[in-house]
């Protein structure tokens, strides 16, 4: 077979991931009409068609398919490699892209990342905030973060956070109009900020447990949101019941903005960690992030004789 372009190869790699040539050209930074001709020669080269072209985009072909599949582990292995060359200038270099809850990305990820930035200017990282269970393998995420008892078996865990709990919480008018739930049973009969999921579509089951049992409530109300921040909004503009990570709503109900019920309901979750795959290769960038989140194992406690 004739010798191939790989910078043609590379053009296909990220045309045949993006399933776009808008997006793959603004990631490539060239234009669409060079990368169809890239396309076009590769395919001419080959002997074979490997893009579908559509009014909506482009997907892969079955050869396309397979072509992706065997050269996108060697193009990334040598991405890695050349940037683990940085650890040779001195300084950890590259993109990091990890994927997120909005939450872990707001108190924990950025105050403990924002302090590697100064010192390392050329690292850059790229968070993006996700509720569903994305392949973070196929999406092209280096890592990700979930609660420990969420993460596949065949991935790696770093913890990176304590132990979690939720807090019911209203606003002191909400509660003016409304009597407090002493138990989970009764928050049917409340107004509550619903959270819809993305990977099931469904909407969140509040969480509870005393005295070993355990009880999920499928709560009703006006309104429904995707992320966490509206939902505590709601929550504090008095319109319904919020079911939030407690760390987030700490200050308010010590200023007396919030009203915290069924505190001796909520139950405690694993904690933040980030995972990988176990193959993945780590990059001297990667190895800083990891080390710079990760959470301190709790020192045993001495004891006198």
């Keep these: 077979m004739p010798r191939t372009d790989f910078n043609n190869l590379q053009t296909f790699i990220v045309v045949a991931r993006e399933r776009s040539f808008t997006r793959a050209a603004a990631q490539l930074g060239v234009s669409q009409s060079a990368l169809s001709h890239c396309i076009r020669?590769?395919?001419?080269?080959?002997?074979i068609r490997l893009l579908t072209r559509t009014?909506?985009?482009v997907s892969p072909t079955e050869a396309g398919e397979r072509l992706l599949a065997s050269i996108s582990p060697y193009y990334e292995g040598i991405e890695t490699e050349l940037t683990a060359l940085s650890e040779l200038r001195g300084k950890p270099a590259g993109t990091i892209r990890i994927s997120s809850h909005d939450h872990a990305a707001s108190t924990i990820l950025w105050p403990k990342l924002a302090k590697l930035l100064p010192e390392y200017p050329e690292l850059k990282l790229e968070i993006n905030i996700n509720y569903g269970f994305i392949d973070i393998v196929?999406?092209?995420?280096?890592?990700?973060?979930?609660?420990?008892?969420?993460?596949?078996?065949?991935?790696i865990a770093v913890r990176i956070a304590p132990d979690m709990r939720m807090a019911v919480v209203g606003s002191p008018a909400y509660f003016s109009n409304h009597s407090k739930p002493r138990t989970p049973h009764e928050l049917t009969e409340h107004n509550c900020a619903n959270l819809r999921l993305p990977t099931y579509g469904g909407l969140y089951a509040w969480e509870f447990a005393k005295d070993g049992k355990e009880l999920q409530v499928q709560v009703q109300g006006q309104m429904i949101f995707n992320t966490t921040p509206q939902m505590l909004t709601a929550a504090e503009e008095g319109f319904a019941l919020a079911y939030v990570p407690e760390d987030l709503?700490?200050?308010?109900?010590?200023?007396?903005?919030?009203i915290r019920v069924l505190e001796d309901w909520s139950p405690a979750f694993p904690g933040y960690h980030l995972y990988y795959p176990s193959r993945r290769q780590q990059?001297?960038?990667?190895?800083?992030v990891v080390e710079a989140l990760r959470y301190p194992a709790p020192q045993p406690r001495s004891t006198t004789a």
């Design 41 to 47: 020669g590769l395919e001419e080269k080959l002997g």
């Design 55 to 57: 009014t909506r985009g």
């Design 283 to 288: 990059s001297p960038a990667f190895a800083l």
């Design 138 to 155: 196929a999406e092209r995420y280096d890592a990700g973060v979930r609660q420990g008892d969420q993460i596949a078996r065949d991935m």
């Design 249 to 258: 709503v700490e200050r308010q109900i010590a200023e007396g903005r919030l």
